[in-house]
């Protein structure tokens, strides 16, 4: 299986300051379509997952502008330009190409 | 609006069996994957089982392979997952969401199994 590995597992931010999250995956998620399958997902505190981010770089409908997703092959960032008080949550990352879907540990994002 | 309804959980012993449920609505049922994820208590995101829009095709987590089944009915916009020899480690909020890559989550049923 491939394996998705996420740093940091907790990410203590300041209110305004930027906030960075990093997955790693085990095989190269790069599709024979030219895609890469790399997706985002944010948490909050006893709500359902939501995706942010998909292949890559790409926000869903609705998702704030702070949010950028980059990155190539096996590397990825998650970026929060200024984070805001509703960012608080975990954090995953899932590949989206290989069998069986895995997702990363998860990131804990919370104000300082 | 896509929305997705997940009933079905509850409580069940060891070795048990119970079937969980997402009603779909707002987007055009046949046409798209359905996953199932779970999440155990205070733990993270498992993957579980995905199924095809026509349902010809299936895939399985190994943790899961050979004792849950997923099937859908497109006529009812209705997507399954039956869990038989039920252990301890299901024991999660189960979660059905839209396509292989989840864009859309339901709210989750908890399912836990216990001696």
């Known amino acids: 299986d491939v394996v998705m590995t996420q740093s940091p597992l907790s990410l203590p931010v300041t209110l305004g300051q930027p906030a960075s999250i990093s997955c790693r995956s085990s095989q190269s998620l790069v599709h024979s379509d030219g895609n890469t399958y790399l997706n985002w997902f944010q948490q909050r505190p006893g709500q359902s997952p939501r995706r942010l981010i998909y292949?890559?770089?790409n926000r869903d409908s609705g998702v704030p502008d702070r949010f950028s997703g980059s990155g190539s092959g096996t590397d990825f960032t998650l970026k929060i330009s200024r984070v805001e008080a509703e960012d608080v949550g975990v954090y995953y990352c899932?590949?989206?190409?290989?069998?069986?879907?895995?997702f990363g540990q998860g990131t804990k994002v919370e104000i300082k | 609006e896509v929305q997705l309804l997940e009933s079905g959980g509850g409580l069940v012993q060891t070795g048990g069996s119970l079937r969980l449920s997402c009603a779909a609505s707002?987007?055009?049922?046949?046409?798209?994957?359905m996953s199932w994820v779970r999440q155990a208590p205070g733990k993270g995101l498992e993957w579980v089982s995905c199924i095809s829009g026509s349902g010809g095709s299936t895939y399985y987590a190994d943790s899961v392979k050979g004792r849950f089944t997923i099937s859908r009915d497109n006529s009812k916009n209705s997507l399954d997952l039956q869990m038989n020899s039920l252990r301890a480690e299901d024991t999660a909020i189960y979660y059905c969401?839209?396509?292989?890559?989840?864009?859309?989550w339901g709210q989750g049923t908890l399912v836990t199994v216990s001696s």
């Open positions: 707002g987007f055009t049922f046949r046409n798209f994957a």
């Open positions: 899932m590949q989206g190409i290989h069998w069986p879907r895995t």
């Open positions: 292949k890559v770089s």
């Open positions: 969401a839209k396509e292989m890559n989840l864009n859309y």
